[in-house]
């Protein structure tokens, strides 16, 4: 074979490779683009298969409160709350956020706030007596201080170490142990009875309505989980605005 056909046949064949390469190139590339198209759903398909967020609307739903009702003015928004005492959830929400919540809303008039005992007993067997101890700690009016002492000692929550939360917080020793002894079942069945009815199944979980007549609270936000600050002062601030555009 003469040397210019030799020379013509290794440029047919390097073409070809060329040409094969191209190709090949040009299926990649269309295999990457319409596998970043596929993984990219139009903006209705986003939003329908979403996971939901934590506050959702809720209606049709309301509870009674649990709040005096002696005739006082009183804010008509107000925040429920379901939850566990060695739930930890909870008690980082006990410690972070519900002080802050308390601060900037219910101290300065803006928001009640409502506790409903939801204790988790098959997974928390000592939740059920914390939340006893905390409705007769309600009994001689500190509930707010039990709550707290019993959300800061999560891990000591045994029937001892309940009677000397009492003595910390300075309540009557001998009162609040024959409250134990009597239990308070009938309260907390209540607050569980009503979870279960409002569709809680975790805690904590929680529920901000509107004050009605005759002690009710209309719901109309659902706040799953222990969430940021943020969140529940989002919900709350816009609640609140609503409210004030209905005067």
């Known amino acids: ?5 030799r020379f013509d046949r290794i440029l047919d064949v390097t073409a070809v490779v060329a040409m094969l390469g191209a190709t090949v190139t ?8 319409t596998q970043a198209l596929r993984q990219v759903a ?9 996971a939901p967020g934590p506050v959702s ?8 409160t649990r709040l005096p009702i002696d005739g006082r003015s009183v804010p008509r928004l107000t925040l429920v709350e379901f939850s566990d005492f060695q739930c930890p959830y909870c008690g980082a929400y006990a410690r972070q956020t519900l002080v802050r919540i308390k601060h900037d809303f219910v101290d300065a008039g803006t928001l009640t706030y409502e506790f409903r005992n939801f204790p988790l007993e098959g997974a928390h067997p ?9 409705e007769c700690a309600r009994s001689q009016r500190s509930f707010w201080e ?8 999560q891990q000591q929550l045994t029937p001892s170490d309940l009677v000397k939360h009492a ?20 309260l907390i069945k209540s607050d569980q009875d009503d979870g279960i009815r409002l569709g809680v199944s975790g805690t904590p979980t929680f529920f901000l309505g509107v004050r009605r007549d005759q002690g009710r609270v209309e719901l109309l936000r659902r706040i799953q989980g222990a969430q940021p600050y943020e969140v529940f002062r989002s919900a709350i601030v816009e609640l609140t605005d609503q409210l004030k555009k209905q005067l």
Request: net charge negative; proline share 3%; aromatic share 6%.
């Open 57 to 64: 609307v809720v209606s049709g739903l309301e509870v009674s």
């Open 126 to 134: 000592l939740a059920g007596g914390a939340a006893n101890a905390l």
């Open 167 to 186: 003595d910390s917080i300075g309540i009557n020793r001998e009162s609040f142990r024959a409250c134990l002894e009597r239990g308070q079942d009938a």
């Open 26 to 33: 040009i299926l990649w590339v269309a295999i990457v683009v």
């Open 146 to 153: 039990m709550h707290d002492r019993l959300f800061t000692f």
């Open 1 to 5: 074979m003469r040397t210019s056909e």
């Open 42 to 50: 139009p903006p209705s398909q986003v939003a329908s298969g979403a």
